[in-house]
Nanobody, 125 residues
């Protein structure tokens, strides 16, 4: 059982940056992959970035590759999402989630067993 709390969202102009944090509690956090998703009104939840249990490997969709960076600090029970060169299309509620065992590389929300409450990111043009 993992409890996740996202923070760091806000309003930023296009081209700006934000750093999101996902603080976790639970004994299994450091042994599981974690990912960030986002969801805009009327749209499906979209995969943003994933990271393996140790933080040594990351994967991204083409829409954010080169702009976003996911990282984790297991000693602090925290996962981060550094978001640079933000675009209005990045506007959404951002969620972090814990991946089920043996499913590293998944981009499917159904494969993630624990979710945070989300943090709003709004990018103005």
């Amino acid at each position: 059982q993992v409890h996740l709390v996202e923070s760091g969202g806000g309003l930023v102009q296009a081209g700006g940056s934000l750093r999101l944090s996902c603080a976790a509690s639970g004994r299994t956090f450091s042994t599981n992959a974690v990912a960030w998703f986002r969801q805009a009104p009327g749209k499906e939840r979209e995969f943003v970035a994933g990271i393996n249990w140790s933080g040594g490997h990351q994967y991204y969709p083409d829409s954010v590759k080169g702009r976003f960076t996911i990282s984790r600090d297991n000693g602090k029970n925290t996962v981060y999402l550094q978001m640079n060169s933000l675009k209005p299309e990045d506007t959404a509620v951002y969620y972090c989630a814990v991946l089920g065992s043996g499913l590293y590389g998944s981009r499917r929300p159904a494969d993630f067993g624990s979710w945070g409450q989300g943090t709003q990111v709004t990018v103005s043009s």
